[in-house]
């Protein structure tokens, strides 16, 4: 006999490949820096801490995948083996001390194992390496302010573009950095409690009021780099993105001359309801 699907069915199989096709190549379409639709990978890395998330990511994967399997093939043989059939007569062993005693130690182990890495790369990104470049974030409601006392001790407020792609992390003012330069970020808020998140950098810190936060990150790749606030901070808190451009020695070097001119009066320091995403 032959089948045929009707339209309803021809369109829900229509949706089900596109999903599968897109979902199999989440990181295949992933911008650089930035999130994708369908993502469903760690974004792509652009600094030695998020290569080593990535890796430590990957390991636990393995690992979890590897206990999964080992527990239901043994929930397969207790099924199979252990079964009425099988057994009409059921066993009255209460105790297997080799069992018991592998049972115990065999989480302990995998749990040193893992705990390694986890601490190694701890160590990774609280340890600020000695900084080429430090930067000032201000959280504020809800926009985010950039200080370069390095360079002049120039500021400037970054606010989000509604004019600007991608949507919703789009600014007006980027953070500017050079590319394969440690930059250390001091973190804090001026009002709540907002938190500095980079993925493509491995970077998460509280912006806290009265403390003052340090984290860094090493860019390898130029181009542009997204975040947002990642702290229930107001009711604007999902309009405060953080966009951060990578870019060569020379081009940062330029940008730093033409940021001591263009900032130089403090004129960009606007409240956020001026021309915010709200309004």
């Known amino acids: ?15 089900a490949v596109a999903g599968l096709t897109l979902a199999t190549g989440g990181a295949a379409f992933a911008g650089l820096g930035q999130p994708a639709a369908w993502e469903w990978t760690l974004q792509q890395s652009g600094s030695p801490v998020m290569d080593n ?30 079964n009425a059939r099988a057994n009409p007569v059921p066993s009255r062993t209460t105790h297997n001390t080799l069992i018991e005693v592998a049972w115990t130690l065999v989480p302990v182990l995998i749990l040193v194992g893992i705990s390694v890495p986890s601490f190694r790369l701890l160590f990774l990104e609280l340890d600020v390496p000695k900084a080429d470049l430090t930067i000032k974030a201000t959280g504020k409601q809800w926009y985010w302010s950039y200080a370069y006392p390095d360079n002049g001790k120039f500021e400037f407020d970054s606010l989000m573009a509604q004019d600007k792609q991608p949507r919703l992390l789009g600014v007006d003012n980027e953070m500017v950095v050079p590319v394969n330069k440690v930059v250390r970020v001091q973190v804090t808020g001026a009002d709540v409690i907002h938190a500095f998140a980079l993925p493509a950098f491995g970077v998460k810190i509280d912006a806290i009021p009265g403390r003052l936060n340090e984290t860094w ?17 107001g009711k604007d808190h ?22 001591k001119k263009k900032y130089a009066s403090g004129g960009t320091s606007t409240y956020a309801s001026t021309a915010g995403p709200t309004q």
Request: aromatic share 14%.
């Open 238 to 259: 999902a309009f405060m993105p953080i966009a951060i451009r990578v870019v060569s020695d020379q081009e940062f070097a330029s940008w730093v001359e033409t940021a």
């Open 1 to 15: 006999m032959k089948m045929s699907m009707g339209p309803v069915g021809r369109h829900l199989l229509g949706l």
């Open 53 to 82: 998330i990535v890796w430590f990511h990957n390991f636990l994967f393995v690992l979890i995948t590897l206990i999964t399997l080992f527990v239901l093939a043994l929930l397969v043989i207790v099924v199979v083996k252990f």
């Open 217 to 233: 990150f090493k860019a390898t790749k130029t181009g542009m780099f997204y975040g947002q606030c990642s702290e229930l901070c």
